[in-house]
């Protein structure tokens, strides 16, 4: 296996062989990602892939799931995909499901045929960024796709037959836009329904533009007890009719919420409550990380 740079995954992959089919990502201007500023982006040739695959079944016995990274590895034509999807089928039929990384540009570009025959040959998962619900915050942080296009987005994934993995991040509106960030985050998940929603809480590197402005004073951060209402107001405001995994569980946040909507909203709206009271129950800062 051959990989470049450091090499990102969703953390329901972690036990994922990682396939990088892109380097790096083909937006990166994103203002609070740092992940891929060292890489200039470009797709990797069809024949890598296919010798990487070849010899990771060499090395491993058995390989129930495959994530193709990097950060957008959707942005390959569907001829491409279908290649490697196809060559991961033959080499490991014990395979469950592929993931991937997908920008709602991405989806967009492709056909509802296009997604659909995603779905057949593999993919079973596109993770996507949708990071806010507010349109204000989008611009602010220079996501490249709009509140509407990053529903109509998830919707296609879900229609494909593809499972959605949404994620946001709590605090990314800083103490200006908290509840337009929260609110509107949480009527975009009623619209978009999508399988999974994963919440991170904002934490920059050195190299994110956002990481500049916070300590240049320029952006204030959230302190625990206002990201926990920030994340009350989101819960409060999402209304699904369809069974959507929700996980706040990452290493970034300050509390975990681990449920399923809308059967245990009212439980995590209590736990959440609960911290408040309790500020004992929160991570400190020290042990939160990326």
């Known amino acids: 296996m051959r990989y470049e740079g450091s090499v990102y995954r969703p953390p329901s992959e972690a036990y994922s062989l990682i396939v990088q089919v892109t380097i790096g990502c083909a937006h990166n201007k994103c203002t609070f990602c740092s992940m891929f500023k060292d890489k ?45 999807l196809d060559h991961i089928k ?35 998962i596109v993770y996507i960024g949708a990071e806010s619900g507010s349109d204000k ?33 709590s605090g ?8 337009d960030h929260a609110i509107e985050s949480g009527t975009m998940i009623s ?5 999974y929603v994963g919440l991170l809480t904002l934490l920059t590197e050195p190299g994110a533009e956002l990481h500049r402005d916070i300590i240049e004073g320029r952006f204030n951060t959230l302190n625990p007890i206002e990201v926990l209402k920030e994340t009350e107001l989101m819960l409060e405001n999402i209304n699904v009719t369809k069974t959507c995994v929700f996980r706040s569980n990452h290493a970034s946040n300050y509390l975990s919420l681990k449920g399923n909507l809308p059967a245990d909203k009212e439980r995590m709206l209590q736990q959440l ?7 004992d129950m929160l991570k400190d800062d020290r042990f939160r990380m990326l």
């Open 90 to 124: 033959k080499l490991f039929p014990e395979c469950e499901r592929v993931g991937i990384y997908g920008s709602p540009q991405d989806v967009l570009r492709k056909t509802q045929e296009e997604l659909t025959e995603l779905s057949e040959h593999g993919i079973g």
């Open 191 to 195: 619209e978009m329904e999508p399988s």
């Open 172 to 179: 990314l509106a800083g103490r200006d836009g908290w509840e």
């Open 273 to 279: 409550r609960n911290a408040m009271k309790h500020t």
């Open 40 to 84: 200039r982006f470009r797709v990797r040739k069809i024949d890598e892939v296919i010798e990487d695959l070849e010899s990771a079944r060499r090395h491993y016995r058995s390989v129930n799931r495959i994530f193709l990274a990097d950060g957008d590895a959707l942005v390959l034509q569907n001829k491409d995909l279908l290649v490697i």
């Open 137 to 169: 915050v989008l611009i602010d942080i220079k996501k490249g796709a709009t509140r509407a296009q990053i529903i109509e987005s998830v919707k296609k994934i879900e229609a494909s037959g593809i499972q959605a993995s949404v994620t946001f991040i």
